[in-house]
Nanobody
């Protein structure tokens, strides 16, 4: 069983930055693929960024060049650095763990953290 706890959300002005963190339990974190997803009101949950166990990454087109996913296996934590934030980035952001280590959504989710981009 994997437990995920996100932190770092909040209110930020357009053009600002935030860094989300997701701390995971479990002893084999380094074997998981870790991803960030988001869900805005009235919309479906969508992939934001994902990193496989080998460190390969993929991003949604809407965030390429602005967001960066990274991980620290020793701390069992995955990060999402978000720069040049836009109002359309407003959503609840969820951390996801995929034990297969590859692309795709896993079965483990955090509780979500709210990101609001507004002046």
């Amino acid at each position: 069983q994997v437990q995920l706890v996100e932190s770092g959300g909040g209110l930020v002005q357009p053009g600002g930055s935030l860094r989300l963190s997701c701390a995971a339990s479990g002893s084999i974190f380094s074997l998981y693929a870790m991803g960030w997803y988001r869900q805005a009101p009235g919309k479906q949950r969508e992939l934001v960024a994902i990193m496989t166990k080998l460190g390969n990454t993929n991003y949604a087109d809407s965030v390429k060049g602005r967001f960066t996913i990274s991980r620290d296996n020793a701390k069992k934590t995955v990060y999402l650095q978000m720069n040049s934030l836009k109002p359309e980035d407003t959503a609840v952001y969820y951390c996801n763990a995929n034990p297969s280590g590859g692309w795709g959504m896993g079965n483990y989710w955090g509780q979500g953290t709210q990101v609001t981009v507004s002046s």
